[in-house]
């Protein structure tokens, strides 16, 4: 058992095997055929800088429920084809797109070596789906097994040496992956937050039960306005305007996704009704599942979302390691990379 410090199903994991009833017609949020892709005529910038070592190739996959995957495999410049390499699946942020910090870390594990895939999830980004921008987490889960399906049957991937990394809110549902595909050798979380916790209890707890129905209330009220024909609602995590009450985590969250740093254009939100949903997951009830196989939660010492990863790891079995960046809040590990412990990762992965 490790604790590092760096210096300077229940009910939804089994919900992977749950059907998506795609709707039809086309609206602002999707179109006639919504398990195909939604390729951009202008991809957007990405959130950082290109490496001349690294090269980067557009694909597509679907995943069981035939929903089209978008992704940027990212792949070193001199990387021998003809070769078995190890490969990493990197999930993004909560309501983000493969361009932001996902990519960040693919093209950086790409350059030391290896086989990196950053995918948009079912419903957002460049992925297919429909309504668009719906959140389902058992959907999601299994976006990460189509990864693997990829990434497995590519002639120049070792199947028996693809690890998983997930992001903020990814992290979950990499996690929920793991402990449901053997496949996946080997998983990592940085700044992981649990979506179920957070969307049924607020951070550190801060919403009551009767707040919780109340919510549930509401999205019922919603649902029904919507079936009628009702515009989508939808939930913005971060404004476009800060308010002047606003809290330190929200001003955390608004200097990335606001700011040169973090703003992508196909960042668009959730919808409102995918919040039933998401109180429903527990990505942590079969997690000492993935043991043998390695697990790592990595967080910053300052980070809102800290105890997401230490309950993550009081609950896996071993091997598993908690490392903790010294200075680093929460989304620092989206993109600082002086904070960002990519040694780490490259050790862990490389042990696959």
Not at 146 to 152: E, M
Not at 217 to 226: A, M, N, T
Not at 325 to 341: N, Q
Request: hydrophobic content about 40%; charged content about 25%.
């Amino acid at each position: 058992m490790k604790i590092n410090f760096l210096n300077g199903l229940s009910l939804l994991c089994a919900a992977a095997a749950l059907a998506l009833a795609i709707q039809s017609g086309a609206s602002a949020f999707g179109v006639s055929d919504g398990s195909k892709a939604f390729p951009a005529q202008n991809d957007g910038p990405k959130t950082f800088a290109p490496d001349p070592a690294v090269s980067v190739e557009k694909v597509f996959y679907t995943n069981r429920l035939d929903i089209t995957l978008a992704g940027d495999l990212y792949t070193p410049k001199n990387l021998d084809r003809t070769k078995k390499h190890a490969a990493i699946i990197v999930g993004h942020q909560y309501g983000a797109v493969k361009e932001q910090a996902a990519g960040l870390y693919a093209q950086e594990l790409a350059k030391r070596g290896f086989v990196a895939l950053a995918f948009d999830m079912s419903f957002n980004g460049e992925s297919g789906g429909t309504p668009r921008h719906s959140v389902d987490p058992g959907i999601f889960v299994e976006d990460f097994s189509a990864s693997v399906d990829y990434l497995g049957t590519r002639p120049f991937v070792d199947r028996n040496k693809i690890g998983v990394l997930g992001i903020c809110g990814s992290g979950g549902f990499a996690t929920c992956a793991a402990s449901l595909d053997p496949r996946i050798k080997a998983l990592a979380t940085v700044s992981m937050y649990d979506m179920g916790a957070a969307t049924r209890n607020g951070l550190n707890n801060s919403i009551s039960a009767e707040q919780r129905k109340a919510t549930l209330v509401e999205i019922g009220e919603q649902r029904w306005r919507e079936f009628e024909g009702g515009e989508p609602r939808m939930r913005i995590g971060t404004p476009e305007k800060l308010p002047e009450n606003a809290s330190e985590v929200s001003k955390e969250f608004y200097a990335y996704y606001r700011s040169e740093r973090g703003y992508h254009p196909r960042y668009l939100g959730t919808r409102f009704t995918s919040n039933a949903a998401l109180m429903n997951f527990y990505p942590f009830e079969m997690i000492a599942d993935i043991s043998p196989r390695p697990v790592l939660f990595i967080a910053g010492e300052q980070a809102h979302s800290r105890y997401f990863s230490e309950e993550a790891y009081s609950r896996a079995a071993e091997p598993k390691e908690l490392y903790i960046v010294k200075g680093a809040g929460h989304v620092d590990l989206y993109d600082r990379r002086e904070l960002i412990p990519f040694d780490k990762l490259e050790d862990f992965f490389g042990k696959m």
